[in-house]
């Protein structure tokens, strides 16, 4: 478990290998990694966009940037948690991810009154048969 936590912001990443979905045959590596963000702050928070990087051992590192997290941006109060699940294939079963959210701050109005940025820690994606 890899935890952040940036302005009042916690991130916590767990990654698991998916062998049902590997297909070794063609070095395709599956994982899923869950995230858990919790406001810790005292202010209102929306998640507007996110930016990755893709760190794959045996290929060019990528770089994914777009609006929210699995289609979504979602608000939270103080004191709230958002959880999702997303995917990411390696064609050599050995990388890492990290990254970062850009967050506004939502005043008592509605009005978005500043931007920050929220570090997600880096989490390692392995496949231990890659290990021996």
């Known amino acids: 478990m890899n935890v952040a936590i940036t302005k009042g912001i916690k991130i916590t990443v767990n990654a698991l290998f998916r ?3 590997t297909q070794l045959d063609k070095n395709l590596y599956f994982f ?3 995230i ?3 406001n810790l702050s005292h202010n209102r928070v929306q998640l507007i966009s996110r930016h990755w990087k893709i760190m794959d051992s045996l290929a060019p590192t990528r770089i994914v940037e777009g609006q929210g997290v699995i289609g979504e941006q ?18 050599s079963g050995i990388g890492f ?3 970062y959210y850009n967050f506004v701050t939502i005043n008592d109005q ?19 048969g890659k290990l021996n």
């Open 110 to 128: 509605g009005e978005q009154t500043s931007t920050f940025k929220v570090n997600v820690p880096r989490f390692i994606l392995e496949y231990n």
């Open 32 to 34: 899923n990694y869950s």
């Open 36 to 38: 858990k963000i919790e």
């Open 97 to 99: 991810m990290e990254g």
């Open 19 to 21: 062998s049902d979905l």
């Open 74 to 91: 979602p608000t939270l109060e103080p004191g709230e948690t958002h959880i999702y699940t997303s995917g990411c294939d390696l064609s």
